[in-house]
């Protein structure tokens, strides 16, 4: 083959069978299950479970798993230390690949595809388990507070607003956030998916694996465009000011972050929810809609109308980046927040490439010169 595909736009790298989008009818499915079945019904914890095993899982198969969650949650004293000694002003994301990667150092488990998934599942669950644990803990570290250790008698979703914010989680917010997370679990081979499954293939170590996904997550073309999807809202100011700062941005071809997406040409099916739980959750606030909502639906609006024959329509982190705003998380957390959950699908996908590697060897078209003479460094003009 020797056609170079920039990108590598609609070529397979992978057989899976965890997740499947329908671009053109704006259908998500994990493991068959549609993406607003398993929100409108789901559990984060039963999600995990059913993405990581491929099948929902029996009540007690559920306790195990949730209750190994709870167990792993703590982190050890020198990983905390090591969290301890970043650079406050340092990005959440570069904390988060820098924990996970050095939570290395205190697991031993080179190349152990077999403990991937499953209630017994080593370092890869010990990741899922204290992922939250990190951000939480970054958020009180960076802003002068005393660490909130981790509560087992919550729920992953609970837990995670009990130690980030320090008080008993409202039940209806934890339900939300609960459903964010099932939301961001898992999406086919994106490109964070796929640099955990490039590091893993070499077999590579679990943190390996994570800390590549996370990595490549951060970048704003990626899961890092909730952050900005927020900050152009910010920028942008009001429902009014919308067209003539649209029509400037497009006229310099400039992205509209959080719009477009190499799957869908429709409505990501996943922001039509999070908008769902926006409006929800201003109306368990009194009803009343936030600028920053109102000036997020005349965009929405604004981008279709120019946009839309292109097959460029509001993606997840357009939706997401506004819920979590309305949450009240920190703007420069949201993508470390998306990154606890993705875990999950790196996870689901490696899990599945452990039954059947072969390392991932690409080839090129070499562009370069030939056949160049070597002139010594004295005699180089
Ligand atoms: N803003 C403005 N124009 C956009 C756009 C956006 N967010 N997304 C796509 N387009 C336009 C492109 O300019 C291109 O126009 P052209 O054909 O006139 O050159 C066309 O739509 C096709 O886009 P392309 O860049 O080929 O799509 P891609 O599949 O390579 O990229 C994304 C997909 C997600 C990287 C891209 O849509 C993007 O940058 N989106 C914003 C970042 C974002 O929200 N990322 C999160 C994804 S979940």
Known sequence: MTTYVP?????????????????????????????AVLAENSSFEETAWLLLEGRLPVKQE???????????????????????????????????????????????????????VGSNGGESLKILACMPTMVAAWESIRNGRKFIAPHAKFSFAENFLYMFTGHE?????????????????????????????????????????????????????????????LEMLNEIGSPEKVKPWLDNKLANKEIIWGFGHREYNVKDPRATILQGLVEKLTKSKGGEISPLFETAMALEIAVEERLAEKGVYANVDFYSGILYAEMGF?????????????????????????????IFRPTQLYVGEVDCQYVPLEKRK
């Not at 499947?20 to 259908?27: H, S």
């Not at 898992?186 to 390996?208: M, Y």
Request: hydrophobic share 40%.
């Open 62 to 116: 559920l306790t195990e798993f949730s209750d190994h969650l709870r167990e792993h949650r703590h982190l050890e004293p020198p990983i905390l230390k090591m969290i301890d000694s970043l650079p406050r002003a340092g990005h959440p994301m570069k904390m988060l690949q820098t924990a996970v990667a050095g939570l290395g150092m205190f697991y031993d488990e080179h190349g152990a595809p077999k403990s991937v």
């Open 330 to 358: 920190p703007v420069d957390q949201f993508t470390s927040i998306f990154a606890v959950s993705r875990t999950v699908g790196w996870l689901a996908h490696w899990a599945e490439q452990c039954a059947n590697n072969r």
């Open 169 to 229: 989680p409202d039940p209806a917010l934890a339900k939300i956030f609960d459903t964010c997370l099932i939301l961001h679990a898992e999406h086919t081979i994106n490109a964070s998916t796929f640099a955990a499954l490039v590091t893993g293939s070499t077999l590579a170590s679990s943190d390996s694996v994570i800390s590549a996904a996370i990595g490549t997550l951060s970048g704003p073309l990626h899961g890092g465009a909730n952050q900005n999807v």
């Open 7 to 35: 990108g590598l736009e609609g070529i397979p790298a992978t057989r899976s069978s965890v997740s499947f989008i329908d671009g053109e009818k704006g259908v998500l499915a994990y493991r068959g299950y549609p993406i």
